[in-house]
């Protein structure tokens, strides 16, 4: 009787740690941030981040994007407006050019996507956080047919896709690779 009293008590603890693991997941995942985007202009100097739930309230934050394209940090005002956003699109549209030109009688249209890494100041039931994440900058590339053309931008979307530690974690050559399709990544990462 007492062996089987001493086995149900492990099954009891053993559920009571599952639980318990589940419950500090879930508080920790209660307090973090995913920001979702607007494009609410049609054109390609305007981006607003906001976080996708109510709890969280955005207060600043810095995108920092591969340094092939635009070396130095950008701002993101407590609104969430990217800051800067006209002379970074000139820059991927230089570097867009740098790979393709125009050809008379052709109009050419790619979709690609842009890696970012944003670290947010958030608040979260009143607590103040900091989160650095990568996203994927999803854009559409027009290029018309006439010489000397610039290419038109517009951008699609914003995936969140991994969480990082700290930002001396961060290898940026990596987001470089990435922009060249030397690296890749597959989605979901992780499974629920």
């Not at 603890?13 to 693991?21: C, E, V």
């Not at 000139?90 to 249209?109: A, M």
């Not at 690296?183 to 499974?191: D, M, R, S, T, V």
Request: aromatic residues 10%.
């Amino acid at each position: 009787m007492s062996i089987l009293a001493l086995l149900v008590s492990f099954i009891g603890l053993f559920f009571s740690y599952q639980a318990n693991d589940l419950a500090k997941e879930q508080y920790r995942q209660s307090r973090l941030i995913v920001l979702k985007a607007d494009f609410l202009k049609q054109d390609d100097t305007f981006i607003h981040v906001e976080p996708i739930d109510g709890n969280t309230h955005f207060i600043r934050g810095t995108a920092y994007l591969p340094p092939v394209i635009h070396k130095e940090e950008v701002p993101i005002a407590s609104n969430g407006n990217i800051l800067h956003m006209g002379s970074i699109s000139s820059e991927i549209k230089d570097h867009f050019l740098t790979y393709v030109s125009s050809e008379k009688g052709i109009t050419k249209i790619s979709e690609g996507d842009i890696p970012v890494l944003i670290k947010s100041y958030y608040v979260s039931k009143g607590v103040g956080y900091t989160d650095i994440s990568l996203y994927m900058l999803g854009m559409q590339v027009i290029l018309t047919e006439e010489q000397h053309a610039r290419p038109k931008i517009q951008f699609t979307s914003l995936a969140f896709i991994e969480r990082y530690n700290e930002l001396n974690d961060i290898n940026y050559e990596m987001l470089d690779a990435m922009v060249s399709s030397e690296k890749g990544f597959q989605l979901p990462i992780n499974k629920p």
